[in-house]
């Protein structure tokens, strides 16, 4: 080891993500009673300096093949890896600008204010989300989302009441039981092939028996499970619409990411350890999926409901596109991907100062006395609706265009191209709906209470700082799509990514794991 | 044969009993239920490692054969996190106990098993006057 002191920072820059936000909220923790301002600047500026990072990531990263950073210096597959890819990068890309519009916004807005601990709870989230993207092994990947969800336990009571509390219990149970069964997945595909590197076991997958290889891919079904009840995939997508409903919408536009989370999970393991072997079930249940999640939005009585709905229809959308398992569709999802995340979470906090700045009826779908910054908000709405839909001109039209394009080549593309279209149509009447009645048409019987906050247009800034990301990501579609192209042909190109951890494309040394004692 | 036989029904029973619970309406029964899949799921985690009777996970001098560490690493890693999950969910069962009068997930009380026989607008009240005392609360 003859590596320069600025080399090795170099190097650990791909621990960073991890380090900071842990650093960060341990910081808050510290000032989070006597100098809250304090605590809410680590949490901002932790933030902020967490795009940088992950800026100067994404140019690394679109420069060079993956790069593992080994944990105490221990090389695969024996240590914990960290692994540095184009996909990964752009994850957290996408999670830190997400996670810095969330905090603003919850700092504008007080939201910080009804509880001791929300941006310390808010930095450890983020550190698991981080740490998801980069880990290179399959029990790091369960520790670290382990860490996000409980850091999403604390989140989502954030502000406590009873419906809050109650669904709060409901998606600790669900999520516990999820866990059980990434364990019980785990479990199986280490017994069959005696490791846990993601690349030691893509490598040492392909050799095995054919007895054995049914209980791998079975392993691998039970993992795609649980990945599949984190996207919300129908039908393990029931916990959703009451969980990010009840808990505060700003809290919500940060867990948009989180069905990501699983998402990106599919697409990391699948087409590197597992093959094509979730291909039949993965494409009907994404399909029923979009149905379910914008058929969702025209039944809901609440914004946040149809913000949750259309949530779950847009993750449906983009597993759709992985679920077609090849260059194209992988590139239009990992386009897609960030745009549908940015505009739910861009649709959650517009519905958050609905409530804040109308002040009655919660965020009932149901006319009320006019109120100021109406028009503001209406057009934030009406963008975000704009965005969800995926209607022109912003980007999530070219998104749903590059998975059309790309399922083409599937025999089920009449499919897919019927329910894509039909439900966008749906998702139009139903925010079309909701749109009209909240914004446009008033009933001026319910009174305003009288001590409500007068609306501080500074709060909207968090939204337009999302919005303005949008129109950025279908100014640059063009280099935008570049990337994801190189990213797609590098998640499929598993012997590069073997190669690049591993150091050989075969397994170091084949062990007795297999025999039975 | 007869370990392996006793491990793996061991494993099926607990986890039999804890997707029973676990399916049930009442929280303190859901508890109970995803205690019990942790248990199965950390004895499953051993197994994969291989039932070895009498043999050294890490060095020994004069062992013939070696046991294989990393599932008990595994399993320590499991154990400290569905132990801290489930007292979470104790805590929090609680909480909405306290907070909606009623133990069932839903947070729809059953008449037929409702403890507080549908006097629930004053046991709310009686409720809120003791806050402070039961939980030591404290709001920003």
């Known amino acids: 080891m003859s590596l320069s002191i600025s080399d090795n920072l170099a190097a650990s820059l791909i621990a960073a993500p991890i380090m900071l936000p842990s650093l960060a909220g341990t910081m808050a923790l510290i000032f989070r009673r006597r100098r809250r301002m304090v605590a809410a600047g680590i949490s901002i500026g932790s933030t902020a300096l967490q795009v940088l990072i992950a800026v100067a990531l994404l140019l690394r990263a679109s420069q060079s093949d993956p790069t593992p950073y080994a944990m105490g210096d221990w090389p695969a597959p024996f240590g914990i890896v960290l692994v540095l890819d184009q996909l990964a990068a752009w994850m957290l890309l996408l999670t830190s600008v997400v996670g810095f519009a969330v905090a603003t916004h919850a700092a504008l807005t007080k939201l910080d204010r009804k509880g001791w601990n929300f941006h310390p709870i808010f930095q450890f989230q983020l550190l698991g989300i981080n740490g998801a993207f980069l880990t290179g092994d399959l029990f790091n990947l369960f520790v670290f989302f382990e860490v996000l969800l409980i850091a999403s336990y604390g989140l989502i009571l954030h502000g406590q009441g009873a419906r809050r509390l109650t669904s709060g219990v409901q998606y600790v149970v669900v999520n516990l039981t999820g866990s059980t069964l990434f364990l019980v997945g785990l479990g199986i595909l280490y017994g069959v092939t005696g490791t846990l590197n993601m690349a030691d076991m893509a490598a040492r997958g392909a050799q095995l028996a054919q007895g054995d290889r049914g209980l791998f891919l079975a392993g691998g079904l039970v993992l795609i499970a649980v990945f599949a009840l984190k996207a919300a995939l129908l039908p393990l997508h029931l916990w959703l619409p009451r969980a990010y409903s009840s808990t505060a919408p700003a809290v919500a536009a940060l867990f948009a990411i989180m069905t990501k989370v699983g998402a990106y999970s599919i697409i990391r393991t699948t087409p590197l350890i597992f093959g094509d072997v979730a291909e039949p079930i993965l494409l009907p249940a994404a399909l029923g999926t979009i149905i379910l999640g914008f058929a969702g939005m025209l039944a809901a009585r609440g914004l946040r409901d149809m913000a949750a709905f259309g949530l779950i229809g847009s993750t449906g959308t983009l597993l759709v596109a992985i679920a077609l398992f090849d260059g194209d569709g992988l590139a239009a999802a990992l386009y897609y991907l960030p745009h549908t995340t940015i505009a739910a979470a861009f649709l959650f906090l517009t519905v958050d100062l609905v409530v804040r700045w109308r002040g009655v009826e919660g965020d009932a779908i149901v006319p009320t006395p006019r109120f100021a910054g109406a028009s503001l908000l209406a057009f934030l709405f009406l963008a975000g609706g704009v965005a969800l839909a995926g209607l022109p001109p912003l980007s999530g039209f070219f998104g749903k265009l590059l998975i059309l394009d790309a399922a083409l080549a599937s025999p089920q593309a009449a499919w897919i191209w019927g329910v894509i279209l039909v439900t966008s149509l749906i998702a139009v009447v139903a925010l079309a709906r909701a749109g009209s009645t909240v914004f446009w048409k008033h009933d001026e019987t319910p009174e305003l209470p009288e001590d409500r906050d007068p609306p501080r247009l500074v709060q909207a800034l968090p939204s337009l700082f999302l919005l303005a990301l949008l129109v950025g990501l279908t100014v640059f579609a063009g280099p935008a799509t570049r990337y994801t192209q190189g990213t797609a042909a590098q998640v499929l190109d598993t012997p590069l990514y073997l190669r690049s951890v591993l150091g050989t494309a075969s397994p170091p040394s084949p062990t007795a794991q297999g025999d039975a004692p | ?140």
């Open chain 2, 1 to 140: 044969m007869s370990m392996e036989f006793l491990i793996a029904t061991a494993i099926g029973a607990l986890t039999w009993a804890g997707i029973y619970l676990s399916l049930r309406g009442r929280t303190f029964p859901v508890v109970l239920g995803v205690t019990m899949l942790s248990y199965a799921i950390n004895l499953f985690l051993f197994a994969i490692g291989r039932l070895k009777v009498g043999a050294p996970p890490i060095f020994s001098e004069d062992a013939a054969t070696y046991t294989d560490p990393l599932p008990q690493a595994l399993v320590l890693t499991a154990i400290v996190i569905s132990f801290g999950m489930s007292a979470l969910v104790v805590v929090l069962s609680l909480r909405t106990f306290l907070e909606t009068g009623t133990d069932q997930v839903d947070g729809e009380p059953d008449p037929a098993i409702d403890p507080l026989d549908g006097d629930r607008e004053e046991w709310i009240a009686r409720r809120n006057a003791h806050r402070i005392d039961m939980l030591g609360e404290t709001r920003p």
